[in-house]
């Protein structure tokens, strides 16, 4: 593997964006085929061209020197919605996924530990994200990342 750089997304990585966006979802798709469809697509590419210039959701990639987008990370700057809770700035990690061949290169640690300095420099008081149930390889990584439990999100399917 050449050098790798973690970047801000920009409108040439679509392509890559949108492949590894569709593993994301086919593995989200096998453990929830009641709420994913298999096939579809999370963003059109207008919807990515148009995330990629927002401030407040910065989209980085994993990139090799030659442009290979290997990995990506969709952050989301947040803030409390409730007047009772402190008003301390996060950022949430909306989504994060490493090319399948490129897992076991610690790029998804390198992406993890880039948002980290990221919100810190951006004055936040936490990073957050969301494990779908049932996927056991990206909750251990998390964890493995020393990432705790904040809340559980409960459902009755009807």
Known sequence: MTDL????????DIPQVEHLLHEVLE??????????????????????KRIFREPEAPVFVAAEEHG???????????????????PVRTLYIDDLCVEEN????????????????????QGCYDVT???????????????????RVKETQMETIL
């Open 129 to 147: 994200l969301n494990v779908w149930e049932g996927n056991d390889r990206a909750r251990a990584f998390y964890e493995k990342l020393g990432m």
């Open 68 to 86: 290979n987008v290997l990995g990506y990370l969709f952050g989301i700057l947040q803030q409390p919605a409730s007047a009772a809770m402190r």
């Open 102 to 121: 490129s897992r076991g290169l610690h790029i998804g640690r390198q992406l993890y530990e880039y948002a980290l300095d990221f919100a810190r420099e």
């Open 5 to 12: 750089k973690i970047r801000r997304a920009r409108e040439s």
């Open 27 to 48: 593995v989200h798709a096998r453990i929830r085929p009641d709420i994913f469809q298999s096939g579809s697509a999370k963003y059109s590419e207008e919807d990515l």
